[in-house]
């Protein structure tokens, strides 16, 4: 095997991934826990009646929880702290990615990538479950993905979350009118949730069918060998 | 299939082994330090002011506060007291300070009062708007003469839970603490009325603390007495209230 290795993903953005992934999965499971305790939603500052709500969700079972029996008080305990652990985790691959030139070299996506001629050819070429094209690291509707996901919903549940913590809430009203109401960052908080979870199965599958060992491979080595497939892997 | 099982296996020994770290010392250490960030950087990004709760319009009042928790008191001592319409009741001011008191409603009305339109938000998730009146827990705190070594303020409650097997059935008091900083902040105050009318027996009558900062469970009714400590280790069961000591709930409710 005389194949070169190649960069791949930096130090920092492998390190944040799989920080991210445990944090996420932590913080996905413990908030249906949490969403066991009530689970009406509603719009607008406050609400607790029936008539109120817009959804009612259905009740989380253990093992999709944790801990993987209801504890409002054990669910929130690892909210609280994995909540830390993601939100310096993302500010902290932000500012790596922006210094790196990661963030606008591939996350960005130019102005050409975003004619329509061009979206038509990565969608066909994803049907076609081909994904070695594109001119950058990244084809437009990965870029479209990753960004979605990276600057918009990961923020934003951040900024919901913190909308719903009275002391913070405290520091900063202006966040909750900015949201509509406390109830309503809640609700977006909920959609946000099941919308990584979306990117989340979406991102799995793509990983399989794309060569599993060579994609975790270099999330973790930071290095591709050119050519090589997991046939040969 | 074997992948399959694989997944499936992985995924309860991941499920096992929160719950097993979820019940470790470390964990607890942690979660504690965690709590400690987030408070911390709650008091940081309000810029060095005294962080406040939003007040609202009179127009954003709930039709309905509702009653969560206990909604009323078993005890006949307390059904004598609600059908006096709470004329002997007694807040008592005591520990860590100069002047112990016993205060009456009445004195409790004469001292100056604030009223504040707050938004309460359980810990479940809801929340509901109403306006409340009472004294600032500051100026009885000040009258009573708080000492230097005082850390806590504790709230002692009328109302109580049965716990336990059905063949040991125990009373446990509900109680609340919260730090000086909580305990001296403008929007701490002791509620008597709520929009207005007296409490209702439901959201804790005759008296209830406010403690704008933090979650509903730290907000007792049918307050009894205020006590000022050093340290809560002795209090009960420890950790600073009754939530705190009988499920895990966090000491800092403002997260």
């Known amino acids: ?47 607790f009646a029936a008539a109120d709500a817009w959804l009612e969700v259905p009740r989380f079972p253990g093992w999709m929880t944790i801990p993987d029996y209801y504890s409002l008080s054990a669910a929130r305990d690892w909210h609280v702290l994995f909540s830390l652990v993601f939100g310096f985790g993302l500010l902290a691959f932000m500012i790596a990615a922006v210094v790196n030139g990661h963030m606008l070299r591939d996350v960005f996506a130019r102005a050409r990538e975003w004619r329509p001629g061009n979206i038509w050819i990565d969608i066909r070429e994803h049907v076609k479950f081909n994904f070695e094209h594109g001119e950058g690291k990244y084809n437009i509707l990965q870029k479209i993905a990753y960004a979605s996901v990276i600057l918009i919903l990961l923020p934003l549940m951040i900024f919901t979350g913190m909308v719903m913590s009275p002391g913070m809430e405290a520091a900063w009203p202006w966040m909750t009118d900015l949201f509509g109401g406390r109830q309503s960052a809640r609700s977006l908080h909920f959609i946000a949730a099941w919308l990584l979870f979306g990117f989340f199965v979406l991102h799995i599958v793509l990983v399989l069918v794309s060569g599993p060992i060579k994609q975790i491979r270099s999330m973790i080595t930071g290095h591709e060998f050119e050519g090589t497939s997991d046939a040969e892997a | 299939m074997q992948r399959r099982n694989f997944l499936v296996a992985a995924g309860a020994a991941f499920l096992a082994g929160c719950s097993e770290i979820g019940d470790t010392a470390w964990f607890a250490k942690l979660v504690e330090g965690a709590q400690g960030w987030h408070r911390g950087l709650h008091r940081a990004l309000g810029g060095g002011r005294i962080t406040m709760a939003p007040e609202y319009d009179r127009s954003a009042i709930s039709p309905f506060f509702r009653g969560n928790g206990n909604q009323t008191v078993d005890s006949d001592e307390y059904r004598a007291a609600e059908a006096q319409g709470f004329a002997n009741w007694r807040l008592s001011v005591s520990g860590l300070v100069d002047n112990p008191m016993a205060l009456s409603m009445a004195d409790i009305r004469a001292l100056p009062q604030r009223t504040q339109v707050t938004r309460h938000d359980c810990v479940e998730g809801w929340s509901a708007t109403g306006e409340w009146t009472g004294p600032q827990l500051s100026a009885i705190l000040d009258a009573a003469g708080v000492q230097a070594e005082a850390n806590f303020i504790v709230f002692r409650c009328a109302d109580f839970f049965m716990r336990g097997p059905s063949n040991n059935r125990r009373r446990v008091d509900y109680y609340e603490s919260c730090d000086m900083d909580d305990a001296m902040h403008p929007q701490t105050i002791v509620a008597h009325q709520l929009n207005g009318e007296a409490l209702p027996t439901r959201n804790g009558a005759p008296l209830r603390m406010r403690l704008e900062r933090q979650l509903g469970y730290k907000h007792p009714k049918y307050l009894t007495g205020i006590e000022v400590v050093a340290s809560l280790e002795e209090i009960n069961g420890g950790k600073g209230g009754y939530w705190e000591d009988i499920a895990g709930y966090q000491w800092y409710a403002g997260i």
Request: proline share 2%; no cysteine; aromatic share 10%.
């Open chain 1, 1 to 47: 095997m005389s194949a070169k290795p190649r960069k791949r993903h930096a130090l920092s953005t492998r390190i944040w991934h799989w920080i991210n992934a445990i944090s996420l999965i932590v913080l996905f499971m413990s908030g249906l826990n949490i969403s066991n305790a009530h689970r009406r939603l509603y719009w607008g500052n406050d609400g």
